[in-house]
Nanobody
Framework: QVQLVESGGGLVQAGDSLRLSCAAS????????MGWFRQAPGKEREFVAAISWSGSRTQYADSYADSVKGRFTISGDNAKNTVYLQMSSLKPEDTAVYYC???????????????WGRGTQVTVSS
């Protein structure tokens, strides 16, 4: 059974940094894609970034590329079965529950992912 456990969220001030982690277990993930999504209160879940398990390909959100581009970086550690989302220069609008997910194809659509973690709360105060 696939399990994804996110950690690293918290309450920070605008301009601070956080690194989210997603520990995966339950199968071999060499052919999978790991993604990060976020959902703010009253809003739909939105794509943040994805990475192939090999790390050779990454994708970042385009719809608000100006918002996360250059501030968020996705990476992975295969030895630890863990994917990270390094977030810097955080803004109040980054406040959301952040979820990691596993899928077979790199996609910016949440329905393209098969397994989900329970999420970790990130709150950025102004």
């Amino acid at each position: 059974q696939v399990q994804l456990v996110e950690s690293g969220g918290g309450l920070v001030q605008a301009g601070d940094s956080l690194r989210l982690s997603c520990a995966a277990s339950g199968r071999t993930f060499s052919r999978y894609v790991m993604g990060w999504f976020r959902q703010a209160p009253g809003k739909e879940r939105e794509f943040v970034a994805a990475i192939s398990w090999s790390g050779s390909r990454t994708q970042y959100a385009d719809s608000y590329a100006d918002s996360v581009k250059g501030r968020f970086t996705i990476s992975g550690d295969n030895a630890k079965n863990t994917v990270y989302l390094q977030m810097s220069s955080l803004k109040p609008e980054d406040t959301a529950v952040y979820y990691c997910a596993v899928g077979t194809l790199m996609s910016d659509n949440w329905y393209g992912y098969d397994y989900w973690g329970r999420g970790t709360q990130v709150t950025v105060s102004s």
